[in-house]
């Protein structure tokens, strides 16, 4: 991120804490109910955004090496992506050209030949068909024709992309419009893969992503978590066509005011997320990037599965390794909270990382989403309102609703 666009950043927030008055999106809005339970609408976002949209499945760090390959199947297709001995990203359809069997059904691995389990097809993980078992009794092929069906792929900026259609375009520099070279500044390329947990729970999936809506539920609702890392109630927000910019204040802001502005660092007055569309929330740091990914069940709108993948950049890593070595602290889950623990140069891991971002939103924030869910369900409740402070909430939904041609949210005359 420019370093101009940090400054910028942290004096707002500094303005919105000290004024004690939170951004204003201008209006409040009706957000119909309907919109997390209807199957009709359910079924045209999965085929809209998910089965024929691009996809961002990982960083590149979830490819380290030449070899490295990793499957998928959240959006319909079965992916499996890999890695060549040249370092170039592929994606194909994870499925056997003789029977249509599934490839590999490991997650992840490192490999450059896939060995179908039916018959034994041989592929590279370029794609060609290398090996046909018994070709004297099944026949003669022509391989050239039959390799695996390759999917448009893109690495770019340290992200992974593919499109489920063979045909489909996939353009990364059009899907994150200005903000690419903003993503490019967070170095993702450089950072390594640790650990992946898995919220699989009954909301939908534009509900789940609701909760990265908004700063004014930190001192409420996470009174006791994270609110004692971050402030609520002041957010640094700008958007970019369909994907947007979310800044709030950590607690770490209140040391910057003492310093000069040349010694500003982002990451100790700000915590970043980037909303791209339609389902990705990306939050990165100078030391860590945590990535989200939000998808529908496509046979049930009131539910949804969350993949949280942690990375860490090496030097953390190494760092962390030699203070165990060396008997000096590092923040893990239960400490992460106590002020005392924070300072000294203690080192925030992923133990910690873990408990801030996905035990809280499994616990606290999808708690509330799941209870929402039942009352759409209940069909009584018509309406949400989305306050002047939401405006992420205003932006998720005017955009998903704007992409399906649906009418726009309806603003509330406030009295
Ligand atoms: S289905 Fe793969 S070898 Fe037969
Ligand atoms: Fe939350």
């Given at each position: 991120m420019k370093r101009v666009t940090q400054i910028k950043i942290l004096k707002e927030l500094m303005d919105q804490l000290d004024r004690k008055k939170n951004i204003d999106a201008g209006c409040q809005l009706k957000n119909p109910t309907a919109s997390y339970v209807n199957r009709e609408l359910a079924d045209r976002e999965w085929t809209?955004?998910?089965?024929?949209h691009p996809q961002m499945?990982?960083?590149s760090g979830d490819l380290p090496r030449p070899g490295s390959y990793l499957t998928l199947q959240d959006f319909g297709v079965p992916i499996l992506a890999t890695r060549d001995k040249k370092g170039v990203f592929h994606a194909f359809l994870?499925?056997?050209?003789?029977?249509?069997?599934?490839?590999?059904?490991?997650?992840c691995g490192e490999q450059e030949h896939f060995v179908c389990?039916?018959?034994?097809?041989t592929y590279k993980?370029?794609?060609?068909?290398?090996g046909i078992a018994r070709e004297q009794d099944f026949g003669n092929i022509d391989r050239t024709q039959f390799g695996l069906i390759e999917l448009p792929s893109a690495e770019k900026h340290g992200l992974l992309w593919v499109h489920p259609d063979p045909n489909g375009n996939l353009d990364p520099e059009l899907l994150l419009g200005e903000l690419g070279p903003e993503i490019e500044s967070?170095?993702?390329?450089?950072q390594v893969f640790t650990d992946e947990s898995i919220l699989n729970k009954n909301l939908n999936w534009k509900l789940a992503n609701d909760?990265?809506?908004?700063?004014?539920?930190f001192t409420r609702l996470h009174k006791n978590t994270v609110s004692r890392i971050f402030y609520g109630d002041a957010l640094a927000y700008e958007t970019f066509g369909r994907n947007h910019r979310f800044c709030f204040p950590t607690?770490?802001?209140?040391?910057?005011?003492?310093?000069p502005e040349t010694e500003w660092r982002m990451d100790t007055g700000a915590a970043v997320v980037y909303y791209l569309f339609p389902n990705i929330q990306l939050v990165p740091s100078e030391k860590q990037i945590t990535l989200f990914r939000i998808y529908p069940d496509p046979n049930d709108p009131s539910r949804s599965t969350t993949r949280i993948r942690q990375y860490f950049s090496p030097s953390i890593l190494e760092s962390i390794d030699e203070a165990k070595a060396s008997g000096r602290p590092v923040i893990d889950a239960s400490t992460?909270?106590?002020?005392?623990?924070?300072?000294?140069?203690?080192i925030f891991g992923p133990d910690a990382s873990r408990e801030v971002f996905i035990s809280t939103l499994d616990q606290e924030d999808y708690s509330m989403g799941e209870s929402t869910q039942r009352v759409a369900e209940a069909g009584v409740l018509k309406h949400l309102i989305f306050g002047r402070n939401e405006p992420a909430l205003h932006h998720f939904h005017a955009t998903f609703r704007d992409a399906l041609n649906l009418p726009p949210l309806e603003q509330i005359q406030e009295p």
């Amino acid at each position: 991120m420019k370093r101009v666009t940090q400054i910028k950043i942290l004096k707002e927030l500094m303005d919105q804490l000290d004024r004690k008055k939170n951004i204003d999106a201008g209006c409040q809005l009706k957000n119909p109910t309907a919109s997390y339970v209807n199957r009709e609408l359910a079924d045209r976002e999965w085929t809209e955004f998910f089965r024929t949209h691009p996809q961002m499945v990982g960083l590149s760090g979830d490819l380290p090496r030449p070899g490295s390959y990793l499957t998928l199947q959240d959006f319909g297709v079965p992916i499996l992506a890999t890695r060549d001995k040249k370092g170039v990203f592929h994606a194909f359809l994870n499925a056997c050209r003789h029977r249509g069997t599934r490839l590999t059904s490991e997650q992840c691995g490192e490999q450059e030949h896939f060995v179908c389990p039916f018959h034994n097809w041989t592929y590279k993980n370029t794609g060609e068909l290398v090996g046909i078992a018994r070709e004297q009794d099944f026949g003669n092929i022509d391989r050239t024709q039959f390799g695996l069906i390759e999917l448009p792929s893109a690495e770019k900026h340290g992200l992974l992309w593919v499109h489920p259609d063979p045909n489909g375009n996939l353009d990364p520099e059009l899907l994150l419009g200005e903000l690419g070279p903003e993503i490019e500044s967070w170095n993702l390329s450089q950072q390594v893969f640790t650990d992946e947990s898995i919220l699989n729970k009954n909301l939908n999936w534009k509900l789940a992503n609701d909760t990265f809506g908004e700063t004014y539920h930190f001192t409420r609702l996470h009174k006791n978590t994270v609110s004692r890392i971050f402030y609520g109630d002041a957010l640094a927000y700008e958007t970019f066509g369909r994907n947007h910019r979310f800044c709030f204040p950590t607690r770490g802001i209140d040391t910057l005011r003492t310093k000069p502005e040349t010694e500003w660092r982002m990451d100790t007055g700000a915590a970043v997320v980037y909303y791209l569309f339609p389902n990705i929330q990306l939050v990165p740091s100078e030391k860590q990037i945590t990535l989200f990914r939000i998808y529908p069940d496509p046979n049930d709108p009131s539910r949804s599965t969350t993949r949280i993948r942690q990375y860490f950049s090496p030097s953390i890593l190494e760092s962390i390794d030699e203070a165990k070595a060396s008997g000096r602290p590092v923040i893990d889950a239960s400490t992460v909270y106590d002020p005392d623990s924070r300072g000294g140069g203690s080192i925030f891991g992923p133990d910690a990382s873990r408990e801030v971002f996905i035990s809280t939103l499994d616990q606290e924030d999808y708690s509330m989403g799941e209870s929402t869910q039942r009352v759409a369900e209940a069909g009584v409740l018509k309406h949400l309102i989305f306050g002047r402070n939401e405006p992420a909430l205003h932006h998720f939904h005017a955009t998903f609703r704007d992409a399906l041609n649906l009418p726009p949210l309806e603003q509330i005359q406030e009295p």
